[in-house]
Every structure is written in C-alpha cells, then in structure tokens.
C-alpha cells in the first residue's frame, strides 16, 4: 500500500531554513510527480510546490517562491523541500501528497516559525 512519511519538521527562528524529507513506498516513486501541501492553524490546506516525476519540471506557491526548494531522490524515493528565509507565515503542517489513482497524505511534520 502507499504510504507517505514526513520528517524534519521542528521549531525555527524566523529568517531560519529547515529541510522536509518525505519518504515514500508502496508505488513506483519515479513514475509520479510529487506535492507538498500546508495547513496553518485556522486555515485551509494549500499547496507549497509541485515537483515532476523526473524532478525536471517545479513550481511553487508564490507566497514561498525563490524561498523554498522542492527537489526529489528517484532513488531514494524521497522528495524534500529545502525551506530558507521562513517567517511565522510559514508556520504550519506540512503534507507531501501523491496521486495514485487516488489521492495518498502522509501523516505531516509540524513547523513552527518563532522567536
């Protein structure tokens, strides 16, 4: 079965920078783009950035471009998101999603951005 795990999560000053890992199985990774999404306390999910399956293709969120780094280990399979510069904005639940035939979360890593 799919399964999606988030690490690397945690408390950062702002103006501080965290990398996301989100390892996954269960499916051929390198056939598949990649997502991560976030949800802010109060606040609906909304995606971050998009990765291609071959890792060619990113696009990001304007609230997090030129910021935020999505890339992606085919041979790991594993996506992660390098997040630089972060402010108490980005404070959030961060999810990596793969679409499947259906639609798989992983169970998200907590960040928090304060002083």
């Known amino acids: 079965q799919v399964q999606l795990v988030e690490s690397g999560g945690g408390l950062v000053q702002p103006g501080g920078s965290l990398r996301l890992s989100c390892a996954a199985s269960?499916?051929?990774?390198?056939?598949?783009?990649m997502t991560w999404y976030r949800q802010a306390p109060g606040k609906e999910r909304e995606l971050v950035a998009t990765?291609?399956?071959?890792?060619?293709?990113?696009s990001y969120a304007d609230a997090v471009k030129g910021r935020f780094t999505i890339s992606r280990d085919n041979t790991k399979s594993t996506v992660y998101l390098q997040m630089n510069t972060l402010n108490t904005e980005d404070t959030a639940m961060y999810y990596c999603n793969a679409h499947v035939r259906q639609s798989y979360w992983g169970q998200g890593t907590r960040v928090t951005v304060s002083s």
């Open positions: 269960g499916f051929t990774f390198s056939w598949y783009a």
């Open positions: 990765i291609s399956n071959t890792g060619g293709v990113t």
